[in-house]
């Protein structure tokens, strides 16, 4: 199993960045997929997170209404859409997986880890 994020950069504020999550090995539609960060000098913390098989989403509620997480079959990948960005969505962006049987979402609970893609938002 194995995850390759990318999609990171510098944007202004009110930017948009889409983000990218490259999963092989394995099936998407018996996994989770979340999404953390990690802002300089503060813990990680989960953005969203989406169980595959039926599409149910969860978003933190800083990023509620302004990030979208969505699939590409084709690719075996998933995004995290992320607009109107500001400063404070700046960090180290990690996309995670676990399987859809195992309970939750959260840091701990996640298997498998993609290396991390840096966000900044600054103008």
């Known amino acids: 199993v194995q995850l390759q994020a990318s999609g990171g950069g510098l944007v202004q504020p009110g930017g948009s960045l889409r983000l990218s999550c490259a999963a092989s090995g394995f099936t998407l539609d018996h996994y989770k997929i979340g999404w953390f960060r990690q802002a300089p000098g503060k813990e990680r913390e989960g953005v969203s997170c989406?169980?595959?098989?039926?599409?149910?989403?969860y978003y933190q509620d800083s990023v509620k209404g302004r990030f979208t997480m969505y699939r590409d079959n084709a690719k075996n990948t998933v995004y995290l859409q992320m607009n109107s960005l500001k400063p404070e969505d700046t960090g180290v962006y990690y996309c995670?997986?676990?399987?859809?049987?195992?309970?939750?979402?959260?840091?701990?609970?996640?298997?498998?880890w993609g290396q991390g893609t840096q966000v900044t938002v600054s103008s």
């Open positions: 995670a997986a676990n399987p859809v049987y195992k309970p939750g979402c959260g840091e701990i609970e996640m298997d498998h």
């Open positions: 989406i169980k595959l098989s039926d599409g149910d989403t």
